[in-house]
């Protein structure tokens, strides 16, 4: 019996002993540190998170103060944001410790409120003046760094200086004009035997639509005002970027005909017999079916150019297919055999084929959100 009660006394201190390494040899200590505080939350006198806190602690603490001397030696102005994420870190450390009695007496955690006060301070600061520095570039990126600067300044120390005017004014030197031009067709249906029907309604559908649904010169969702050639000039406008739209392989063919048969059948009621008993029949037809049909495609290519350096800015191109077909149909054979869609077909006297501008304006639909888009897309940030 003893050397029993000797036996599950000394598993019990391996099993303790083991708990307490589990702690101390985690990877991730941060969390170790929190799961030790939280089970001295529940249970003030675990003897396994008693013996780890102190330890856990300091080596936690350490590792934080460790990359933040680290940090302060960089020179990128990003270094504040991982300052202050590290002095936040050790700032919940010491909250959380100290709001749990059963922590708070085993170790003496640091307050960090001041560091981090500082390091805000700092940042804000130097997040400011280089802003400044920046907005005098005549660079729109180096105007777009300054109002991501001075916003930075602005979120460390709410209020600093005039961070926020100054951040209206980076994003107005930020802001470009945008000249969108008319869609240039130089594809195979502005050359065709088709005409040049829909060619008009590219112009209004590309140019003038999109700068209206950007916002025009009043667009204020993005940083940029959108203008025809023409009212750049009337508004004595410089344009920053020139926006391109050429047609290109836009080809309607005229459709192809495939004529094929299909046999159908039906049961119908032929009389009854001499008990009275229904008698059924089989009844035969053909449809002779005629179809005709096509596939209609395009493609628009769009180059975003920047006027002063000729640099380009984007180029894409964007496609779309657009698909008609239509039968109608005669038949032999016995009409009682004919469903109601068969008689569709046969009732079909004509095709609706559609307008080559029905057809331009399919694929223009499936096109220009992709375009308006891929405007929307360069000139934000």
């Not at 560091?115 to 180096?142: C, F, G, M, P």
């Not at 195979?188 to 590309?206: D, L, P």
Request: charged letters at 25%; aromatic letters at 14%; a positive charge.
């Amino acid at each position: 019996m003893k050397r029993l009660l000797l036996i599950t006394a000394t598993l019990f201190l391996l099993s303790s002993c083991k708990t307490s390494k589990d702690y101390l040899s985690r990877g991730d200590e941060d969390k170790t540190l929190f799961d030790i505080v939280k089970k001295l939350g529940k249970h003030s006198n675990d003897e396994d998170a008693v013996n780890a806190l102190p330890e856990v602690y300091a080596r936690v603490q350490q590792n934080h103060l460790k990359k933040i001397n680290t940090y302060k030696t960089y020179k990128e102005i990003s270094r504040w944001d991982k300052i202050i994420e590290e002095y936040s870190t050790l700032q919940r450390m010491y909250e959380t410790v100290s709001n749990t009695d059963g922590a708070n007496r085993l170790v003496n955690a640091v307050n960090y409120q001041n560091d981090i006060y500082d390091a805000k301070q700092n940042a804000a600061a130097d997040y400011y003046e280089q802003a400044v520095t920046l907005l005098q570039s005549n660079y729109r990126d180096d105007a777009k760094k300054a109002y991501s600067y001075f916003k930075k300044a602005g979120n460390w120390v709410p209020g600093y200086k005039d961070a926020k005017s100054k951040m209206d004014e980076a994003y107005l030197n930020a802001t470009i004009n945008v000249v969108i031009n008319p869609v240039q067709d130089n594809s195979f249906f502005f050359n065709s035997g088709w005409g040049n029907t829909g060619y008009n309604y590219s112009n209004e559908y590309f140019q003038q639509t999109l700068i209206r649904e950007l916002g025009g010169k009043y667009a204020s969702r993005y940083p940029a005002k959108f203008y025809t050639e023409w009212e750049a000039r009337r508004d004595n406008v410089q344009p920053d970027w020139v926006v391109d739209l050429t047609l290109r392989n836009m080809n309607i063919p005229r459709p192809t005909t495939y004529n094929y048969s299909r046999n159908v059948n039906k049961q119908i009621e032929a009389g009854k017999d001499s008990s009275g008993k229904t008698i059924y029949k089989t009844v035969y037809a053909t449809l002779n079916i005629s179809k005709q049909s096509f596939t209609a495609r395009g493609q628009m290519d769009v180059n975003i150019t920047d006027v002063t350096s000729r640099n380009n800015i984007s180029y894409n191109t964007y496609s779309a297919d657009y698909r008609w077909e239509e039968e109608n149909a005669t038949y032999t054979g016995d009409s009682r055999a004919l469903n109601n869609n068969d008689w569709a077909l046969v009732n079909n006297k004509r095709y609706n084929e559609p307008r080559k501008e029905d057809v331009l304006n399919e694929l223009y639909r499936k096109i220009y959100p992709q375009v308006k888009n891929r405007i929307s897309y360069a000139v934000d940030w």
